[in-house]
């Protein structure tokens, strides 16, 4: 069994490139649609999948997920990936710092909404 994360947000073209900036993940699986936005396009770290995207249409549903990256005690990562998705970043509820329990990293909501929490462990 695998645990597949999905998102469905506006503007998939850029959130690729931007995804792959703050994580180095590579483009995986995709098909675009007729307008060429991804209908789903799955970004790979690692040869693990960690996330879909797929281009929202006119329904509005909003985003009820929040992303866990965990970088294994990686914190030059960590603070990669803080640096990229906090660019026009829409809400950051935890600075990067180090949090009660040891771990070093932030949580934050990106500039297409997706709600991220990133650490080293």
Do not use: P
């Amino acid at each position: 069994m695998k645990a597949g994360l999905q998102a469905y947000i506006k503007g998939t073209i850029e959130a690729v490139e931007f995804y792959h900036r703050a994580f180095g993940a590579e483009l995986g699986y995709n098909v675009k649609n007729d307008d060429n936005t991804y209908l789903h396009a799955e970004l790979v770290v690692d040869g693990v999948t960690l996330l879909a995207i797929s281009e929202q249409d006119s329904k509005d549903f909003g985003n009820t997920m929040q992303f866990c990256v965990t970088f294994d005690g990686d914190k030059d990562a960590v603070t990669k990936a803080y640096n990229v998705l906090k660019e026009d970043y829409k809400a950051i509820y935890t600075e990067l710092d180090t949090f009660f329990w040891g771990s070093y990293g932030a949580d934050l909501v990106d500039k297409f909404g997706v709600r991220w929490y990133i650490a080293d462990k």
